[in-house]
C-alpha cells in the first residue's frame, strides 16, 4: 500500500507570495491532517478534513485555509506569506474514526522557506 | 486544553542496553496515546500506541506503559540499536470526540532526542 505523499518536497517563497501544497493520503483513509513544525512550536494542528468537510480546526490565523477532493486528496494554502511561515509542513491520514483507529501516518513534508 | 510535556530534550544511551522516554500529559478520562519517531527532513513514523483503558502495550523491541494516575507514560526500547537514534514524539488523542473540537487532532509533545552510540 502506498504512503502518504506529499508535494512539492521544497518550496521558497517570498514575503506577501501565497502557496499551495498538496497532500494525497493513504487509500482507504477519509480524513487528512494538516501540521506545521517549526524549531520554537514543535508540532501544530492546523486543520482536518473528512469526506470534503473541515471537521476541525487549529489556532492559527485564517491566512491558512484548506480543503478536500472527492478522492481525499487535500491542498492547504497560504496567502500573504509571512516569515514566520517557514516551516515543515506536513500532512497525515487516517481512518477518521472514533476509537482506536486514531493512528495517524504521515506524509515526508513539505519544506517551505519564505525570504 | 490538552498538553503533552516531554521533560527530557535529549537522551543518550549505548547499543544494546534500554532507552526510556517519558511523557506527561493534563487532563484526560478516556484518551489515546501514541508514540512516533521522527528522522530530519522526514514525516513522523507511527510507532506504538496505548488506550487509556490499558497499562502496556507491547511490540517487539518497543514497549508502552501508562500510569494513569501520575498521568505519565513511558516507551521503552530494548535493546536499543543505532538505527533507533530520531527524535521521539509523545501525542495524545481523546478516544471520544466532544463537540468536534478533538477531530483530527493528535497533540504532541515537544519530542525527545534519542542517540544509541555504538
Known amino acids: 500500500k502506498a504512503g502518504v505523499t506529499q508535494t512539492p518536497r521544497y518550496l521558497i517563497k517570498t514575503r506577501g507570495q501565497q502557496v499551495t501544497l498538496s497532500c494525497s493520503p493513504i487509500s482507504g483513509h477519509r480524513s487528512v491532517s494538516w501540521y506545521q513544525q517549526t524549531p520554537g512550536q514543535g508540532l501544530q494542528f492546523l486543520f482536518e478534513?473528512?469526506?470534503?468537510?473541515?471537521?476541525n480546526k487549529g489556532n492559527f490565523p485564517g491566512r491558512f485555509s484548506g480543503r478536500q477532493f472527492s478522492n481525499s486528496r487535500s491542498e492547504m494554502n497560504v496567502s500573504t506569506l509571512e516569515l514566520g511561515d517557514s516551516a515543515l509542513y506536513l500532512c497525515?491520514?487516517?481512518?477518521?474514526?472514533?476509537?482506536?483507529?486514531?493512528?495517524?501516518?504521515f506524509g515526508p513534508g513539505t519544506r517551505l522557506t519564505v525570504l | 486544553d490538552q498538553q503533552v510535556k516531554q521533560n527530557s530534550p535529549s537522551l543518550s544511551v549505548q547499543e544494546g542496553r534500554i532507552s526510556i522516554l517519558n511523557c506527561d500529559y493534563t487532563n484526560s478520562m478516556f484518551d489515546y496515546f501514541l508514540w512516533y519517531k521522527k528522522y530530519p527532513a522526514e514525516g513522523p513514523t507511527f510507532l506504538i500506541s496505548?488506550?487509556?483503558?490499558?497499562d502496556k502495550n507491547e511490540d517487539g523491541r518497543f514497549t508502552v506503559f501508562l500510569n494513569k494516575s501520575a498521568k505519565h507514560l513511558s516507551l521503552h526500547i530494548v535493546p536499543s540499536q543505532p538505527g533507533d537514534s530520531a527524535v521521539y514524539f509523545c501525542?495524545?488523542?481523546?478516544?471520544?470526540?466532544?463537540?468536534?473540537?478533538?477531530?483530527?487532532?493528535?497533540?504532541f509533545g515537544q519530542g525527545t532526542i534519542l542517540t544509541v552510540h555504538p
Open positions: 501525542a495524545q488523542h481523546p478516544l471520544f470526540n466532544a463537540g468536534g473540537t478533538s477531530y483530527g487532532k493528535l497533540t
Open positions: 497525515a491520514s487516517s481512518l477518521g474514526t472514533s476509537g482506536r483507529n486514531n493512528e495517524q501516518f
Open positions: 478534513y473528512f469526506s470534503e468537510t473541515q471537521r
Open positions: 496505548i488506550s487509556s483503558i490499558k
